[in-house]
C-alpha cells in the first residue's frame, strides 16, 4: 500500500490542525493505521494508532485529549485532528500502516510509511 500524508503547515500555538493520509489500493481496510512524529535532532515517536475498523484507537500518554485519530475504509484514509497545538508539537509527521489488527506503537512494527509532512506550531 502506498501512503500519501497532507495537511501540515504553520499555525499559531493554541491552534488547530488536521492531517490526512490517503492509502493506495482496495484493501485499505485491511490495514491498522499509525501516526509518528519526528522533530529535529528527535527520535521518531508514536503519536496514535487505529484499527481495522476504526473502533479502536490508541494514543500517547501526553497527546491524549488533544489530538484524535480517525479513518474512512471507503476514501481509503485515516485522520489525526490535532487541536491546542503547541510549539513542542512541531514535527514531521508520518502515517504508517500494517496489514491486520494492531493497536501498537512500535515504529518497526509497521510496514509501509508515508512520505511525512511538516508541522510548525508558532509561539
Known amino acids: 500500500v502506498q501512503l500519501q500524508a497532507s495537511g501540515g503547515g504553520l499555525v499559531q500555538a493554541g491552534g488547530s490542525l488536521r492531517l490526512s493520509c490517503a492509502a493506495s489500493?482496495?484493501?485499505?481496510?485491511?490495514?491498522?493505521m499509525g501516526w509518528f512524529r519526528q522533530a529535529p535532532g528527535k527520535e521518531r515517536e508514536f503519536v496514535a494508532s487505529?484499527?481495522?475498523?476504526?473502533?479502536?484507537?490508541y494514543y500517547a500518554d501526553s497527546l491524549k485529549g488533544r489530538f484524535t485519530i480517525s479513518r474512512d475504509n471507503a476514501k481509503s484514509t485515516v485522520y489525526l485532528q490535532m487541536n491546542s497545538l503547541k510549539p513542542e508539537d512541531t514535527a514531521v509527521y508520518y502515517c504508517?500502516?500494517?496489514?491486520?489488527?494492531?493497536?501498537?506503537?512500535?515504529?518497526?512494527?509497521?510496514?509501509?510509511w508515508g512520505q511525512g509532512t511538516q508541522v510548525t506550531v508558532s509561539r
Open positions: 504508517a500502516a500494517r496489514a491486520g489488527s494492531y493497536l501498537g506503537a512500535g515504529p518497526n512494527q509497521y510496514d509501509y
Open positions: 489500493g482496495r484493501t485499505f481496510n485491511r490495514y491498522s
Open positions: 487505529i484499527n481495522l475498523s476504526g473502533g479502536s484507537t
